[in-house]
RNA sequence: GGGCUAUUAGGCUAGUGGCAAACCGAUUCCUUUACACGGAAUAUUCACCAGUUCGAUUCUGGUAUGGCCCACCA
């Protein structure tokens, strides 16, 4: 079992503790677990709305509630936090949590917690289970979050279904349809017949199916006319049939009429140059509604659509009435077949639209839907685009191609029962629509009476509820709504930081800066931060592959500071596999340094704070080098390069510091050398410094390390509240490089001679190497365990 | 079909206009005043073809192969 600790016992330990307590073997668990109440209990991630100083804003992105933290999850939250903790240590941030609850998912576990069907209830009666569920069980969803070391104020929090956010959703839909931005048009729109709801562009997904290309015979003036389609369904809905002005194969039928077959009735041949001569037999059939462009040349050439399917994916022309698509298809396939009038049939393959909520294949039907008007400022949305700092910059692209080739304008409303309500009602004599007032959101309108202001008689309320992203898209207008703003504080728009995956880029990111713009006429962040998806052997994870890693699994064999040290080695925007060898690799990163930090407090005993007067050459030059090093972290963690930054700390951390200095001040430390103060100085802020910089990205272990020696003298009680090293202007020297090397070429010899790296020498050094470091003259002694150094024509080691 | 991105040691990945690198693995050796969950060393490598350049793994163009996004869907 884990052993619980609290702040209190916590600070008594550190208090009562004489000794440094880094000893002995490092427990992870023990520690995290530890350290996470003690950060809880002093409210050390406590957004601090009087604190003065520029604020670094984050956009969190609100996990959806379902089931547990996955494996991305823990990555890409782990990369935000680099981010964020590494500007706290400069500064102060803002960084609320929320969790998206507003959605079919949640609905569907909501339901199954309480086993309800929630269209059997009345809605506000199912948000209200919701919110109470939701309360029960989001702790524990959120745990896992902690438990990682996301920090997060979780004080600062909110859910999407959250009265709040309702409210701010419908005071959204209010602002923009007096602005005159949104429209309530009927239309020929996606529509899924499964959730019987429309959906919007971005909610398409592509999928290969097999189907079965059949070439069917019309009539024309008694002779056949051949048009192959994949939707034989459809044919009762025909209203036309195309011909290539250029095709001429059929010059001599255009404007006569065309025989459907089975259902005998005769549409207009015309031309059109969306007809593609190559493809099929060159005439092409025009359906109400196949696919988008049937809508575009029914409108084009002023036809009237023939519907016949019904919202629930079934026909309602006879003698088919009441069939699923997939059945009628059939019946009419064989039917087609039985009075010959199929010609021709083979299989093929194709793409199809499917909704990314069930899986189903996406139709056209014409509905009453709401929209919010976006295509007329593609150009300003690429504007905004630009205005945006993209890490990795190639993101952008994506972004662009989404706005360039968006094709409708958003459609808000869907036919859902779960959600929040459209506030409107609508007159239905004149038409008028009347919106609800501000103060009475969020408002269901199916629950309240309101009277047509103009005809006095009831007006019917909208049952359509809005799409779960026109609540997500104002999520930095939710946040910002949480905290009291102060002059020091204001929490505004545009914020620093939205951190996200790139598969939302074309929903999320783009309704955000729609919403923005529309609302605020800004950008919503200056920097978005795009990461990656997590891969297991090259492929996707998913439950149904069986190919999924626990994250919690992870954390409880490597600890989350090894999770995340994981996290860290992928590249920003780029996929990355998840490898065991990594996990394996941070643990051990977290062991050594441990053992150091060990090494280093049992080093500096008497060591009194100051800093000596003489510091030795040596010691000088490592923490020039220690210098370097805080200047790439910190340019690579300002241009959020977290992995670059962590790459290069391990190496220094476990190269120079521990393979090369901690064995050249070994001696010195031990013989009480005339050096020793130097070099405890040294090591004193050395540590330190590497302990920052590698905070951000395992922070339960430099902060264990942090309370057990460095507290009691340093002004901060926590490691992540303290300041992120400076950078000094120093000289560069290679100083340090030709030490090193001349060491290496020691130990080549000693390994040569399988003899142990104690084993004593005598050393010949050329008389270039000896003026190179002269002042380490005493140092490279001590390394090499050599009795003497003397100067030659060559280098040179003879074993004694 | 369009866009983006990638191709580096046995595996997984960094990286750079000028000696090619970390980690995992393999091989050889080393040990006891931080750490064998350690240390020292060894082997093996920049997809292909052109171009720019004194010099290209790095820049440019093309080819091949993979991934992602978008489009096509009669």
Redesign the pocket.
């Known amino acids: 079992m884990v052993e619980q600790y609290n702040a209190r016992q916590v600070e008594e330990k550190i208090k009562t503790s004489e000794k440094p307590k880094v000893s002995g073997?490092y427990n992870p668990k023990e520690t995290e677990t530890r350290i996470k109440s003690f950060w809880e209990k002093e409210k050390i991630y406590r957004f601090d709305s009087k604190k003065k100083g520029k604020i670094y804003s984050i956009d969190t992105p609100p996990p959806t509630l379902s089931g547990k933290m996955h494996i991305g999850h823990a990555y890409s939250y782990s990369q935000q936090d680099f981010i964020v903790r590494f500007h706290r240590m400069n500064g102060n941030v803002f960084y609320p949590f929320g969790t998206d609850d507003n959605g079919l998912p949640t609905e569907r576990l909501v339901e199954k917690l309480n086993n309800v069907k929630s269209k059997t209830m009345k809605r506000e009666d199912f948000i209200k289970m919701c919110l109470k569920t939701l309360k029960e069980i989001t702790p524990d969803f959120i745990a896992d979050w902690k438990n990682l070391g996301v920090s997060c104020d979780y004080d600062i929090y909110y859910s999407t279904i959250d009265n709040n956010s309702r409210k701010l959703a419908q005071k959204s839909f209010i602002e923009l349809y007096k602005k005159g931005l949104i429209y309530k048009k009927g239309f020929p729109t996606l529509w899924c017949p499964d959730c019987q709801t429309s959906v919007a562009?971005?909610e398409?997904?592509?999928k290969e199916l097999p189907?079965l290309?059949s070439t069917l015979r019309f009539k024309c003036n008694d002779k056949d006319l051949l048009?192959?389609?994949?939707?034989p369904e459809l044919l009762g809905a025909c209203v036309a049939v195309?011909v290539n002005p250029s095709d001429k194969r059929y010059k001599n039928i255009v404007g006569k009429k065309a025989k459907v077959p089975l259902f005998n009735f005769e549409v207009p041949i015309i031309e059109d140059e969306?007809?593609?001569?190559?493809?099929?037999t060159?005439?092409?059939?025009i359906c109400s509604y196949?696919?988008?462009?049937d809508a575009e040349a029914i409108n084009r050439h002023k036809l009237s659509p023939k519907i016949v399917l019904n919202y629930n994916g079934s026909l309602n022309i006879e003698p088919y009435s009441g069939l699923k698509l997939k059945d009628a298809r059939k019946k009419i396939l064989e039917d087609l077949k039985n009075n010959g009038f199929i010609v021709e049939q083979k299989q093929?393959s194709?793409?199809?639209?499917t909704h990314d909520k069930c899986g189903t294949e996406i139709e056209f039907l014409p509905t009453k839907q709401w929209f919010i008007k976006i295509l007329d400022k593609k150009k300003k949305f690429l504007e905004q685009g630009n205005k945006i700092k993209w890490h990795p910059?190639?993101?952008h692209?994506?972004y662009d191609?989404?706005v360039n080739?968006l094709?409708w304008d958003w459609n808000i409303s869907r036919d859902r029962h779960f959600g929040v309500p459209i506030p409107v009602w609508e007159c239905e004599k004149c038409k008028e629509i009347i919106v609800a007032d501000e103060k009475e959101l969020p408002i269901d309108p199916t629950e309240h009476k309101k009277k047509c202001t103009k005809c006095k008689i009831e007006a019917k309320a909208e049952g359509k509820v809005l799409d779960t992203w026109m609540t997500s898209s104002i999520s930095p207008q939710i946040v910002s709504s949480l905290v009291k703003t102060s002059e020091n504080s204001k929490i505004e728009i545009p914020f620093s930081l939205r951190p996200q995956a790139?598969?939302i880029i074309?929903t999320w990111l783009f309704y955000t800066v729609v919403k923005s713009l529309y609302q605020e006429n800004e950008i919503p962040w200056n920097n978005v931060f795009i990461s990656g998806f997590v891969t297991l052997g090259?492929e996707?994870m998913s439950k149904s592959k069986g190919n999924v890693i626990s994250p919690q699994e992870v954390m409880e064999k490597y600890s989350a500071d090894a999770l995340r040290f994981a996290a860290a080695?992928?590249?920003l925007g780029?996929?990355?596999?998840y490898?065991e060898?990594?996990l394996?690799?941070g643990?051990?990163f977290e062991?050594?340094l441990w053992?150091?930090s060990?090494?280093v407090f049992?080093n500096l005993t008497g060591y009194d704070g100051k800093k000596p007067k003489k510091i030795e050459r040596i010691d000088e030059l490592f923490l020039m080098k220690l210098n370097e090093l805080v200047k790439t972290c910190t340019e690579s963690f300002e241009n959020y390069?977290y992995?670059?930054a962590k790459?290069e700390t391990?190496?220094f951390f476990?190269?120079i510091f521990?393979?090369n200095y901690?064995?050249i001040v070994?001696?010195r430390i031990?013989?009480n050398k005339a050096g020793e103060k130097s070099s405890q100085y040294a090591l004193y802020n050395g540590l330190l410094t590497i302990l920052k910089l590698i905070a951000p990205i395992m922070p339960f272990i430099t902060e264990e390390i942090y309370q057990s020696y460095y507290s009691k003298n340093e002004a901060y009680k926590s490691i992540h509240l303290s300041r992120w090293p400076t950078v000094e202007k120093v000289d560069k020297t290679d100083e340090l490089d030709v030490f090193i090397n001349i060491l290496?070429k020691v130990?080549?010899e000693?390994?040569?001679a399988?003899?142990?790296?104690?084993a004593e020498v005598k050393l010949v050094l050329t008389k270039e190497e000896k003026s190179k470091i002269v002042d380490l003259l005493e140092d490279l002694k001590d390394v090499c365990c050599a009795r003497e150094i003397n100067e030659g024509k060559e280098f040179g080691v003879e074993f004694v």
């Open positions: 073997t562009q971005a398409l997904d592509d189907s290309f048009i192959a389609t994949t939707r195309f969306s007809a593609d001569i190559e493809k099929g060159g005439v092409l059939m196949g696919d988008k462009y093929i194709h793409n199809v639209n910059e190639f993101m692209k994506r191609n989404w080739g094709e790139h598969d074309r090259g996707k080695g992928a590249k780029e996929d990355s596999d490898q060898k990594d394996v690799t643990k051990k062991t050594k053992n150091a060990n090494f049992m390069e992995s670059r790459i391990e190496k476990w190269q521990c393979d901690l064995e070994k001696k031990y013989e290496t130990r080549y000693k390994s040569k399988q003899k142990s790296m104690k």
